[in-house]
């Protein structure tokens, strides 16, 4: 029924698996492990790492973006259905906007700290459980891309909730072609540069979103009102 819905989330989960498959079927970053199923070693673990350093942020996404902002949603949308009045829809707006914001501010904020502590104990905590200190530049960079990727999801939870399909489809093809090409470059740049192909296109494809986002908010009222059937 609404294919613009398949297609965000195919390009959505191809957009964050690109670098992956990047890695597994590049000949001198990944080995074959059974038929044609290939692994990363290189690539692999310290993304497997990486992704449970996002936990905090995923709390606060939820709580944020799962209950508040959907408070502010069904108000807002309930006021406008029944007819209330401008001053309400205007206010339910405004601090739908806001929980917007919060949310946004408190995963920066609880990933900053995870990202710091990281870094700080990263090397006694590798050692601790017997992983060589020649993964943690990838780990950190990782880790910092996953924590953009957390902010991305809140950032399309919006556009799903507003049913602005367009524009999750424009920013998951976004990711998906730079998160292929510059996964591509940064194996040709060398080791060094592995993991900021990812973090890069995440980062890239935050600021769109946030950028629509905004936009979005800007004509939110106009669209609800003017736009409709």
Not at 75 to 96: C, E, N, P
Not at 124 to 134: T, W
Request: aromatic share 14%.
């Amino acid at each position: 029924m609404f294919p613009t819905l398949l297609l965000g989330g195919t390009l959505y989960n191809l957009g964050v698996w690109a670098d992956k498959l990047v890695f597994w079927f590049t000949p001198q970053t990944s080995s074959a492990v059974i038929g044609p199923l290939r692994a990363s070693t290189i690539y692999d673990l310290p993304v497997f790492l990486a992704y449970l350093c996002v936990i905090p942020g995923m709390g606060v996404f939820l709580v944020k973006f799962e209950t508040d902002f959907v408070e502010w949603y069904d108000k807002f949308y309930t006021a406008v259905r029944a007819g209330g009045a401008l001053q309400d829809i205007a206010g339910f707006h405004d601090r739908m906007q806001d929980t917007v914001r919060e949310g946004i501010y408190q995963i920066i904020k609880v990933q900053a700290i995870t990202l710091l502590a990281l870094y700080t104990f990263v090397g006694p905590l590798f050692h601790a459980i017997g992983i060589s200190d020649l993964y943690i530049p990838l780990f950190l960079v990782q880790a910092v891309a996953a924590s953009f990727q957390v902010l991305l999801l809140a950032v399309l939870n919006v556009f799903f909730y507003l049913d602005r399909r367009r524009e999750v489809v424009l920013i998951t093809a976004l990711l998906t072609v730079l998160n292929l090409a510059l996964s591509v470059l940064s194996i040709h740049l060398g080791a060094e540069y592995f993991g900021y192909g990812f973090a890069v296109a995440l980062l890239v494809t935050l600021l769109a979103g946030l950028l629509l986002v905004q936009r979005l908010f800007r004509r939110l009222e106009y669209q609800t009102f003017m736009l409709q059937g």
